[in-house]
């Protein structure tokens, strides 16, 4: 990532509001972010990193942000994927160890 387009970001979070954050693994997290683009608010899905030399973590560009308006049709269909499913067991430490 360049360090103009990082700047933007971290620019861009400080007016965010985090409402989530779940560990992805040792130096990743996945934060839902309420926010605006371009004046408009969006919800924000995207994973956040820490630097290989460590400090803050920083969001990469694996994610998406949609229009807020979109939040309750995707709410339905994350809860139709947690249905289709079935039981769910976090295995997040066994996949990726600290």
Do not use: H
């Amino acid at each position: 990532m360049s360090l103009q387009r990082q700047q933007r970001m971290e620019q861009r979070t400080r007016m965010d509001e985090t409402v989530a954050t779940i560990r992805k693994s040792r130096d990743a997290e996945i934060r839902i972010t309420l926010s605006s683009w371009k004046g408009r608010p969006v919800i924000d899905c995207r994973v956040w990193c820490r630097p290989k030399g460590g400090g803050d973590y920083i969001p990469s560009r694996k994610g998406f942000a949609c229009d807020l308006g979109k939040l309750p049709e995707l709410a339905v269909a994350l809860r139709a994927a947690l249905l289709a499913a079935g039981p769910v067991e976090d295995n997040s430490d066994a996949q990726n160890p600290s």
